[in-house]
């Protein structure tokens, strides 16, 4: 058995604008299997607007909503506002996209289980009419 406490050494906090990413997130990598690629945690906290681009995960993802609201929506439409205490399960190969809300930070522990598959970046006005219309 493996035992890892806290943040994986070494590995330095994410801040800011990423590739995958509209507006600021802060990740930390709490566990990463390296070039395997079957199971990754990190520690999550977006600013308010902020969210990921459209992606999916080989062998699926839950999300742990630690604190704050957000929102989370697969390319089906299908969306859900989040808060605390909220767990969320995407199946594999599902496409989605999390972020927080207009008002509200949110904190969440993803476990993303194979590897990423990115697509596009949501856009403004995606991301307002998910709002408006949950």
């Keep these: 058995m493996e035992y890892e406490r806290g943040r994986k050494d070494g590995v330095p906090s994410n ?12 990740q930390d990598t ?5 070039d395997k690629g079957e199971v990754r945690v990190y520690s999550v906290v977006f600013e308010p607007r902020a969210r ?5 995960h080989a062998a699926g993802q839950t ?4 604190s704050g609201e957000g929102m989370v929506e697969n390319s089906d439409g299908d969306k859900r506002v989040v808060r605390a205490g909220d ?3 995407s199946p594999p190969g599902e496409v989605h996209w999390h972020g927080a809300g207009p008002g509200s930070f949110l904190s969440h522990t993803a476990v993303s289980l194979g590897l990423t ?3 596009g970046e949501v856009s403004d006005e995606h ?3 998910a709002f408006e219309g949950a």
Excluded: C, E, I, Q
């Design 15 to 26: 801040v800011g604008p990423k590739p995958t990413f509209t507006g600021h997130a802060m």
């Design 30 to 34: 709490l566990l990463d299997d390296g």
């Design 52 to 56: 990921t681009y459209w992606h999916s």
């Design 63 to 66: 999300l742990l909503v630690n």
């Design 87 to 89: 767990v969320v399960w």
């Design 117 to 119: 598959s990115w697509s």
């Design 127 to 129: 991301y307002r009419d």
